[in-house]
């Protein structure tokens, strides 16, 4: 079983070295599905079988020992010497590769709990959520926000709260669903939603905004315009620069996206017809997010959470503990 561990181990190591040097996309949720089913199973062979298994060799070794002087006082020999005391802890102790897979079980199960259906951390690593997230923002998602799902394959169980527009959202990006994005919602099932000369309009009626002067956006080093959008009930900054016009069009990497044919693109913007089950997502830094209007909509097998904390940022300590809509 050693053997077996350390073979374990050093495949463990390979993969996240791998992942680590980008070899190979990882799948978080997956390992540590797998982490905590064999971590199980080593825990449960040694509450059942290695813990009972010494505990029955230590006992037989003190069985032993009391006949052996039971046997010698029967001699007249009442003072034996040897003391089995450490040898009897040395029959009781864990081996090291119970220690690393039994050992680390009840931590691993109680982190796969809580980021399966409570809380995730997030990295934001582009700037199109600023000036809502900032580079290197740490974020925690709520997992249960829109209801409960399983593990690993994100199929919901139990429903919960409906997606609003104007929520940050963490999602499966449907161009490569082992990487996660996160986004503003625009537009929900049902909305026709607008995006045409920098402005957004829902149902044929432009979301309200107010300019909020210039943003330094330090990673760009340039100032962009801020203004502060509201969709629904829901108020947030966004970016918009000016120079940036442009005709947009679908250039999803593996060809025409679902419901492709519900989009319509002018040099003026595009125009969605949002269709059932998914969700029209946007970037606050309008004009530097690749969002739906290239890649289109976002299914809602692909949800992952809802957004809601800056937990820390280590470029910028007063980030920490910063909470968004």
């Not at 081996?95 to 690393?100: A, F, I, K, S, Y």
Request: glycine share 8%.
């Amino acid at each position: 079983m050693s053997a077996l561990t350390g073979v374990l181990y050093a495949a463990l190591v390979a993969y996240l070295g791998g992942w680590y040097v980008g070899r190979w996309s990882g799948n978080f949720a997956l390992l540590l599905f797998v982490l905590t089913s064999v971590t199980m199973l080593y825990w449960l062979a040694e509450r059942f079988h290695f813990a009972p298994a010494r505990r029955a060799a230590a006992q037989n070794l003190v069985d032993n020992d009391a006949k052996r002087r039971e046997t010698l006082a029967a001699q007249g020999i009442s003072r034996v010497d040897g003391d089995i005391e450490p040898a009897r802890q040395q029959l009781l102790q864990q081996p090291w590769w119970l220690d690393w897979t039994a050992g680390l079980f009840p931590v691993i199960l109680v982190v796969f709990l809580l980021r399966s259906f409570v809380a995730e951390p997030f990295k934001i690593p582009s700037g199109s959520m600023v000036p809502t997230l900032l580079v290197g923002d740490l974020i925690l998602v709520n997992k249960f926000h829109y209801g409960i799902r399983l593990p690993v394959i994100n199929k919901r169980i139990i429903a919960n709260n409906d997606v609003k527009r104007g929520d940050v959202m963490v999602f499966r990006y449907p161009e490569d669903t082992s990487t996660d994005f996160i986004k503003r919602v625009a537009a929900i099932p049902g909305d026709e939603v607008s995006y045409l000369n920098q402005k957004l309009y829902i149902n044929g009626q432009a979301a309200p905004v107010q300019p909020q002067g210039n943003f330094y956006d330090e990673d760009a080093r340039v100032y962009r315009q801020r203004f502060l959008e509201k969709l629904g009930d829901k108020e947030h900054q966004i970016l918009v620069q000016p120079d940036a016009l442009r005709m947009f069009r679908p250039d999803r990497a593996d060809g025409p996206f679902p419901f492709q044919e519900n989009c319509r693109y002018t040099v003026e913007g595009v125009t969605c017809k949002v269709p059932a089950g998914h969700y029209f997502m946007l970037g606050d830094n309008r004009d530097n997010s690749r969002d739906s209007r290239f890649w289109g909509f976002v299914p809602d097998e692909n949800i992952v959470g809802k957004a809601f904390m800056v937990w820390m940022n280590f470029g910028n300590l007063k980030r920490v503990f910063t909470f968004f809509d």
